[in-house]
């Protein structure tokens, strides 16, 4: 079954931000999680302090994500730039 990739508050904001060329490619690089029966196999896992969450790559940009297996959902938490991606998921999604 297909995945549906939804925005937590804050990754629409930061989605907004973003240069038009860089949404494109973005929604374009969605439309692909959203065609595949498992979102895995275009991700990273990550480790640390951010284990359990998944890494997708788009040029320059990097998306974090909760893959909700139980609802068929990609929940994106932090579009940004590699450099600062990581730090400002990690202040997020602090538990």
Do not use: C, H
Request: cysteine-free.
């Amino acid at each position: 079954m297909a995945y549906q990739v939804k925005f937590e508050e804050k990754a629409k904001a930061d989605f907004a931000k973003l240069d038009n060329s860089v949404k494109i490619k973005i929604l374009k690089y969605l439309k692909k999680i959203e065609e595949r029966d498992d979102p895995r196999t275009l991700g990273e896992e990550l480790a640390e302090n951010l284990a359990g969450y998944w890494r997708y790559r788009v040029g320059d940009f990097r998306l974090i994500a909760e893959i909700q297996d139980d609802v068929f959902v990609v929940l994106m938490l932090v579009i940004d730039k590699r450099a600062t991606v990581y730090k400002i998921a990690a202040k997020r999604l602090a538990k």
